[in-house]
């Protein structure tokens, strides 16, 4: 009986055992862990410069460095008291060149020099037509010895002249020995030489350049055409080739419009931001 007891209660407990029976426990399954991504060195950010103001009235594809130059010469002076005070009045630093041995040539030299303005002697030099050369002319068939001793007097003649350009001069310019009997002068005295270039054929420049001679060589007539129009023009020219280049030299004459129109249009210069310097400013 006993037994009977005792079988029935172990068997309840396997019973009960197994009603009790629990699955283990699935493993729980993370995600991976995301791999880190290696940031990427950050390319610096390239601020362009801001473009550069460009000069008042000048377009940004011809503005020089520096403020544009513009020399004008007033060729022939001498002959007339009244030519050289037209010149005066413009107000500006232009440049007188003053024919030797006229009636008037050492008054307005010095009418010229005493109002601030730079003097030159215009010496004339053959040329090829021969045309009448007035006093102390350089002929091509002068000796040396007498090509500077014309040079010498035509300077003594145009008190305080700084320097020397030709007056005509196609036949005498393209000739090397005139020139260094020329230019020898010039070298002695401390004076530079602009050559007019009234032929193609000149070598006044180059020869300058071999004897140690500061010089320069004239950019445009103005006045070929005694003109109002067409000298305005001309100057309009001049305006932009000094924007272009940096620096121009004209050349207009003493007993024509151009000093005149040059007064007339003082404030299209200031306006299109280019100087009027002295002849040697633009010498080198």
Known sequence: MRLAIVLGVLVGLGLSCQARRVEPPRPVVRPPAPTPVRASTPVPRVTPPPAPEPTPGLRATEAPAGRPRIAIVFDDAGGSLEDVEEIIAIGRPVTVAVLPGLAHSSEVARRAAAAGLEVILHLPIEATGHQPLGPHGVRVSMSDAEIAATVRAALHTVPGAVGVNNHMGSLGTADRRV?????????????????????????????????????????????NANEEEAIRAEVQRLISLARTRGEAIAIGHAQHLAPRIVAQMRDEFDRQGVELVPLSMLVR
């Open 179 to 223: 020139m260094r009997a020329v230019l020898a002068v010039a070298r002695q005295k401390g004076l530079y030489f602009v050559d007019s270039r009234t032929t193609a054929d000149t070598v006044a420049a180059d020869v300058a350049a071999e004897l140690g001679v500061p010089r320069a060589s004239r950019t445009i007539f103005l006045d």
